[in-house]
């Protein structure tokens, strides 16, 4: 259809038809609007269900927000199985033979609370809405007991907000009830069902995806709009101009804590307090994206303050851009995403030799940081010292989403949604934490004068992708090269009103 070719082809001039896309955009607020139907979600337990053949599967929600920042969000996991996002909820599935049944177990809002945060469905509305039988919460206990002595093991679901934090998060409400019902059942078998769920994410559906695309549609006006915002004087006069644009064309929040670091700060990769002052010659990184009805888009750009960049910038720049394409040659179905990654290394790791930010590709040092250098060489070569992290991440319910490369064979297949983001970062003041070592002090004489040049440079250039299976397309349409940024730049007001 038009609006699905459009911006593909409206990539190639971005910075004439920005306004066009941002009116597509705003058009298509009611077909974007491809909602995740129930049946969706009833095969999610089914394809759960069968790969456990026979077992009780519990899960909870998040709990209501104790804080008046913001309204409450459901945890990922517990709203891929259920759809169901009010807070105080759990499920439990009791599969015999791959087939399952759920219950929804639900709290309802005290009725003084409902008039200030509102009323919650009922049982005869989850059944209604959901397709789900409900009952109360204060029954759960009662349910869990009974069935911790069927002989079936428990297979938990951790209410945790973000996988990335899980190991941390070990005082949740789902992990207590459970440790509670096994201490009353000293044979019950608990198992995690994460490895499982996670294998149900990674392949993204129809209707997943055009979710996330309309998240990265969204994200790159939002970069658009930055670019093309009047000078600034500070990172949050950025950050302001990204997630208004967001919200107004209809994201429901940042995907995650917007990163906008001038100078210095754009060297630290989750710098998130976006107060600082931003200053002609400084580079500013914008990471910054929108989350679409749950669905997260993740999207880098990095633009000089002054609107141009100068000639050490342009270096470094066209270095991570180019280390972009090579991941991106390389990121095809049934290609190895190990491959994809090692392209975007060697691209920078040649790179930085020939710019003597590092003593030669193969030349190693000693990390401030724990590292098995016999075991993984390349964790202690000099290049990987100004590319610390690594390229991908799957993208979805959550910003680090599971993706299928991420597991078996390691290979791109239909359905993968994920990012390609190098990135390179130039500081003096990574040079001092070096521990002193007669390896680290010869790398830090031959580079330092270099380092000078090219101090507080911080770059990183984040896409995101889909692949098909014909191919990969990417669907974040900001501008990314040196020239169409600086195009779209010159089109600033140079001052504030």
């Not at 909602?35 to 759960?48: C, F, T, V």
């Not at 297979?155 to 005082?171: C, G, M």
């Not at 790159?220 to 990172?235: D, F, I, W």
């Not at 009805?293 to 270095?319: C, H, M, N, W």
Request: aromatic fraction near 8%.
């Amino acid at each position: 259809d038009a609006f699905a070719a459009g911006p593909r082809d409206l990539m190639k001039t971005p910075v004439r038809v920005s306004a066009f896309l941002t009116a597509l955009i705003v058009a298509a607020g009611s077909r974007a609007s491809a909602q995740i139907k129930p049946a969706e979600y009833a095969a999610r337990r089914d394809s759960l269900a069968a790969r456990i053949d026979s077992g009780i599967v519990i899960a909870f929600g998040g709990r209501t927000p104790i804080t008046d920042f913001g309204p409450f969000y459901q945890n990922p996991t517990f709203h891929y199985l259920t759809n169901f996002d009010e807070p105080d909820a759990a499920f439990v599935m009791v599969v015999r033979h791959g087939v399952g049944s759920t219950t929804l177990f639900i709290t309802p809002a005290e009725p003084r609370s409902a008039f200030y945060y509102g009323w919650r469905p009922d049982s005869a509305a989850v059944r209604r809405i959901h397709a789900l039988t409900a009952r109360s919460f204060t029954a759960l206990t009662a349910v869990a007991d009974s069935l911790a002595t069927t002989g079936l093991p428990f297979y938990t679901l951790n209410d945790f907000e973000d996988a990335d934090f899980a190991r941390a998060d070990s005082l949740t409400r789902g992990r207590a009830f459970v440790r509670a019902v096994a201490e009353r059942h000293s044979g019950l078998v608990v198992k995690d069902a994460h490895p499982l769920v996670d294998k149900l994410r990674a392949k993204k559906s129809a209707a997943e995806i055009a979710l996330l695309r309309r998240a990265a549609e969204i994200s790159s006006e939002g970069h658009r709009a930055a670019m093309l915002a009047p000078v600034p004087q500070h990172e949050y006069e950025l950050q302001a101009v990204l997630e208004y644009n967001f919200t107004r064309l209809g994201g429901t929040r940042p995907a995650y804590g917007s990163i906008v670091g001038s100078g210095q700060n754009g060297t630290q990769l989750h710098y998130m307090k976006d107060r600082g002052v931003t200053k002609p010659g400084d580079l500013v990184v914008m990471d910054a994206a929108a989350e679409y009805e749950g669905y997260a888009a993740d999207i880098t750009r990095t633009i000089p303050v002054s609107g141009t960049f100068t000639a050490e910038q342009r270096k470094i720049y066209q270095l991570v851009r180019d280390a972009q394409a090579a991941a991106e040659r390389n990121a095809k179905p049934g290609r190895s995403a190990v491959a994809a990654q090692d392209s975007s290394v060697a691209v920078r790791a040649h790179g930085l030799a020939a710019l003597g930010l590092i003593e030669s590709e193969e030349a190693t040092f000693d990390p401030p940081w724990q590292a098995n250098c016999d075991r993984t060489p390349a964790a202690c070569k000099q290049a990987n010292f100004w590319m610390i992290h690594g390229i991908s991440h799957g993208l979805g319910l959550a910003v680090h989403d599971p993706a299928q490369f991420s597991f078996d064979d390691r290979v791109y297949k239909p359905g993968d949604v994920f990012t390609i983001e190098p990135g390179i970062y130039v500081s003096a003041r990574m040079l001092d934490a070096l521990p002193d070592t007669p390896k680290n002090r010869a790398f830090i004489a031959k580079v330092k004068p270099i380092v000078a040049r090219y101090e507080n440079t911080g770059v990183r250039i984040e896409d995101d992708y889909i692949v098909t299976e014909t191919g990969l397309e990417r669907i974040s349409s900001a501008p990314r090269e040196i020239a169409e940024i600086e195009a779209l730049m010159k089109r600033r007001t140079r001052t504030i009103p």
